[in-house]
């Protein structure tokens, strides 16, 4: 009996950690895709700009409502999202729209392969997460698309 209590909450925290991960996620892609409409210059980092922060604004709202963890979302993205965001800041033109379309193919392959494997859980963090790869798919392949030429 303790065993599974003790797997209850194992579980419970792999998608405690999940979610938190995932609620950074969005913020930095809300202030990213920000960023890309100010700073990008091709129409089609723009848009995509557009889409990723509203796209992912609208996940956030969906993350916080299947937090039935108890648990204290975060506010904002982690340090690492934050010191990515920092450096693109300084950026703009071509130099930015060439880095902001690599960042964003890699960016979105780590996270379907993170949400993937939360869909496994079946609870809100699992179901948040099956929610949200087709539109993280969409994201990737759009990304894929603005990559420059050689």
């Known amino acids: 009996m303790a065993m599974s209590i003790a797997n209850a909450s194992a579980k419970d925290k792999l998608s405690e950690t999940f ?4 609620i950074e996620g969005n913020f930095a892609e809300v202030s990213m895709g920000d960023l890309a409409q100010k700073n990008g210059q ?18 956030n709202q969906k993350a916080n ?4 963890l108890g648990m204290n979302p975060p506010t904002g993205p982690n340090a690492k999202q934050k ?3 920092e450096k693109m800041s300084k ?9 902001f379309a690599t960042h964003m193919v890699a960016d979105h392959q780590k996270d379907i392969a993170e949400y993937k ?9 699992g ?24």
Do not use: C, W
């Not at 948040?128 to 990737?140: E, F, N, P, R, S």
């Not at 392949?141 to 030429?149: E, F, H, I, M, V």
């Open 42 to 59: 091709s129409d089609d980092v723009k848009s995509f700009g557009k889409m990723r922060s509203t796209d992912h604004a609208a996940a």
């Open 91 to 99: 950026m703009s033109g071509a130099a930015f729209d060439k880095m």
């Open 117 to 125: 494997k939360a869909t496994k859980n079946k609870d809100p963090a």
């Open 83 to 85: 010191a990515d965001y």
């Open 127 to 150: 179901e948040y997460a099956a929610g949200q790869i087709d539109t993280l798919q969409k994201h990737l392949d759009t990304a894929k698309s603005l990559k420059p030429g050689k």
């Open 65 to 68: 409502a299947a937090k039935g």
């Open 19 to 22: 979610l938190k991960k995932a």
